[in-house]
């Protein structure tokens, strides 16, 4: 069975953004993820709103068909929002104002108190819950005890790893432990960041892997090739037809 595939399309909006114009149209280029092929479209609402709006998510909510995960601080304010979109499932990010991107799993074991009534809030409302942590068993014997759905594993080690042997040996030990624990517990096992078109075969080998959200690899090969072809390739990936 395929791997899903999850398009996070905030690069899209950092674009618009360069600009005070509507150019490219969110929207529009979210049924352009959703015509080749993804699964469901990711975007990451931030604090600042350094890239994606309130509007835009409402609107890609509102104009696709493939469902919407919403990536999602902690907090009131963003728990309220996921509430209102009803997105298909929320996935639960650090956020710090001056990272360039996520940069690590959330501290879910120092923060379960505070975070699982959110969780909860959001499973109430039948969103699908996921945690996005370091692939640490550990880490993910509490992102369990909060009550969620799965994790998403931080990848991002793993692809910084990818040009040397030794430490992307490491890196893959890790996911796949992680993954292995997640199965044998009956725990949704989801993987996302710095995932290309050449670190992702990897990850093929991982049997209760669900889904994979992608951004930057498939934002900047679409300059090139479209995003109709961009998303294409990499679905053909994760379903085994280029091997
Ligand atoms: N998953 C999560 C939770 C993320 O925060 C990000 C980056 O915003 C991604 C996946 C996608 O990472 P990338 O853009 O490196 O593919």
């Given at each position: 069975m395929s791997i899903k595939l999850g398009i996070n399309i905030d690069h899209a909006a950092t674009l618009r953004n360069a600009?005070?114009?509507?150019?490219?149209?969110i929207v529009e280029f979210a049924l352009a993820v959703q015509k080749g092929g993804a699964d469901s479209i990711t975007m990451h609402l931030r604090e600042d709103r350094r890239h994606i709006r309130d509007n835009d998510i409402f609107l890609v909510r509102e104009h696709c068909k493939i469902p919407v995960n919403f990536e999602m601080a902690a907090t009131v304010e963003m728990l309220d929002i996921a509430l209102k979109l009803n997105p298909m499932s929320a996935c639960i990010v650090p956020e710090k104002?001056?990272?360039?991107?996520?940069?690590g799993g959330l501290?879910?074991?120092?923060?379960l108190a505070e975070i699982k009534p959110l969780i909860l809030k959001l499973l109430e409302y039948k969103i699908d819950v996921f945690i996005f942590v370091e692939p640490d068993i550990e880490t993910i014997k509490y992102a369990m005890e909060s009550g969620a759905t799965g994790v998403e594993v931080h990848t991002g080690a793993y692809a910084h790893s990818f040009g040397n042997t030794t430490a992307r040996k490491k890196q893959l030990e890790k996911i796949f432990s992680a993954a292995q624990f997640c199965v044998e517990n009956n725990f949704e096992f989801h993987a996302g960041h710095g995932l290309n078109y050449h670190n992702i075969y990897e990850l093929?080998?991982?049997?209760?892997?669900v889904e994979v959200n992608i951004g930057h690899s498939i934002l900047s090969r679409a300059l090139f090739s479209g995003i109709h072809r961009a998303v294409h390739d990499m679905k053909q990936i994760l379903s085994g037809h280029d091997q």
């Open positions: 600009r005070a114009e509507n150019d490219p149209s104002r001056d990272e360039v991107t996520t940069e501290d879910i074991k120092n923060k093929l080998k991982i049997s209760n892997l």
